[in-house]
């Protein structure tokens, strides 16, 4: 890895820098040249990892931000989440195309909890392997939502405990980046995760859906002549000429033509298979061998609202 990410990260290390390297849609904060913490719009934050862990609840996270618990800071599993966050955060960014920018600033509070040097940062990512292969790349991790398959092929198949977990958090709604957020996991664990299932068939992989061009105003609704004055007069073509009042389109712009209309027509008919009128099985009513007598009652309370509303 060689990137001007990595460039300037390694440059901060030699010079010792202390402030935050924004880049693309995330940040590091450095001390003294080593990162302690890393965030990004893809990666599940700090404190959800922190909540969801039940290491510490949303206030003791606020107190220990504001007042510096000790106790929580030193504690082995915030270091421990802290780590995965950095390097959960640091995968997505590294593979950023973004300029990284660096502002000198005062230390970040988690110095005391984390500190990375750049090598073993850059060793781990490069560790993961390429962030642009494999079923799902990191660019959908927030793009497309992960949707359940609507029938298993494989009659046996065997799930780890996170496999599993996402497994059932599956919607069709949310995207790699809201499963963990939801799940308070990282967002590499989950990618794992989601292509594993993808390749046991239990997750349909990733379509991306692009929005196709509009149509051009020469012919907004594809048609030779839409307002249908092309010969207002009637007399046909006699000169052999190919607009001869010069108002066929008056939009702009030359019409798809009969023929061109006709063959893409016949094209598409050829490519569709055939249509078959779908029939519906009647169903077999038994019928009684003899009738019960009618209700006299109900036949003149219903004669008798038929001639009202006559």
């Keep these: 890895m060689d990137s001007e990410l990595v460039i300037e990260l390694r440059r901060l290390e030699q010079q010792r820098g202390t402030g935050v390297l ?62 995965l966050s950095v390097f959960d955060a640091a995968y997505m960014l590294l593979a950023a195309a973004a300029p990284p920018e660096f502002h000198a600033g005062q230390p970040h509070w988690l110095a005391e909890a984390c500190r990375i040097t750049p090598g073993a940062l850059i060793h781990e990512c490069a560790r993961r392997g390429d962030p642009a292969t494999g079923v799902w790349p990191v660019e959908l991790v927030d793009r497309v939502a992960v949707a359940p398959v609507r029938r298993v092929r494989r009659r046996r198949v065997v799930l780890t405990g996170g496999q599993a977990e996402v497994l059932a958090a599956v919607d069709a709604r949310r995207s790699i980046t809201g499963l963990a957020e939801d799940l308070g996991r990282t967002t590499y664990g989950c990618l794992l995760a989601v292509r594993d299932l993808t390749t046991a068939g239990l997750v349909e992989p990733p379509v991306v859906v692009t929005r196709a061009d509009p149509p051009g105003i020469a012919d907004p609704l594809g048609i030779a002549d839409p307002l249908g004055i092309a010969d207002p007069l009637g007399i046909g073509n006699p000169l052999g000429i190919g607009n001869p009042l010069g108002i066929g389109n008056p939009l702009g712009g030359p019409g798809p033509g009969p023929p061109d209309s006709a063959q893409h027509t ?45």
Excluded at 28 to 52: N, P, Y
Excluded at 54 to 67: M, P, V, Y
Excluded at 296 to 307: G, N, P, Q, T
């Design 22 to 83: 924004t880049v693309g849609d995330g940040a590091f904060h450095l001390v003294e040249g080593a990162i302690v913490a890393a965030e990004c719009r893809r990666t599940t934050a700090l404190d959800r990892m922190v909540v969801a862990s039940g290491l510490a609840d949303a206030e003791q996270w606020r107190r220990a931000h504001a007042q510096g618990d000790d106790g929580l800071l030193t504690s082995p599993r915030l270091e421990t989440l802290a780590l």
């Design 266 to 310: 016949t094209a598409a008919t050829d490519s569709m298979p055939p249509l078959r009128r779908r029939i519906r099985r009647a169903t077999p009513v038994a019928v009684p061998d003899r009738w019960e007598p009618p209700d006299w009652d109900v036949l003149i309370r219903l004669r008798a609202a038929l001639e009202e509303l006559a």
